[in-house]
């Protein structure tokens, strides 16, 4: 029923950009938080950015700086806005969004695919 539609990945060099995009789409009642979070080979996946309110937007330190998320609510899409990105971002990114399905009881989390971000010379 929920589709988690990624976009915006690809390869740049250091100190490039990068905008990544999800849109959430089906049979969705309400949306509290989308985000992105990465992996890279061997890592755990960690939380780069998330934004559950206009005024609630959490950055890891790496992001810090550097990204900037922004939700569009009546699109039900997150964007990541990346620049001056470094060799050690490269990973997959996922998107995640905290939703409500229509006729559910409580919010559920979902998944992207992941979207590969390289940087590299």
């Known amino acids: 029923q929920v589709q988690v539609m990624e976009s915006g990945g690809g390869s740049v060099q250091p100190g490039g950009s990068l905008k990544l995009s999800c849109v959430v789409s089906?049979?969705?009642?309400?949306?509290?938080?989308m985000g992105w979070y990465r992996q890279a080979p061997g890592q755990e996946r960690e939380l780069v950015a998330k934004?559950?309110?206009?005024?609630?937007?959490i950055y890891s330190p790496s992001a810090m700086g550097r990204f900037t998320i922004s939700r569009d609510r009546a699109k039900n899409a997150v964007h990541l806005q990346m620049n001056d990105l470094k060799p050690e971002d490269t990973a997959v990114y996922y998107c995640?969004?905290?939703?409500?399905?229509?006729?559910?009881?409580?919010?559920?989390?979902?998944w992207g695919q992941g979207t590969q971000v390289t940087v590299s010379s």
């Open positions: 995640h969004a905290h939703l409500t399905e229509s006729g559910a009881w409580s919010p559920v989390p979902y």
């Open positions: 089906g049979n969705i009642f309400s949306v509290s938080a």
């Open positions: 934004e559950t309110a206009p005024a609630n937007k």
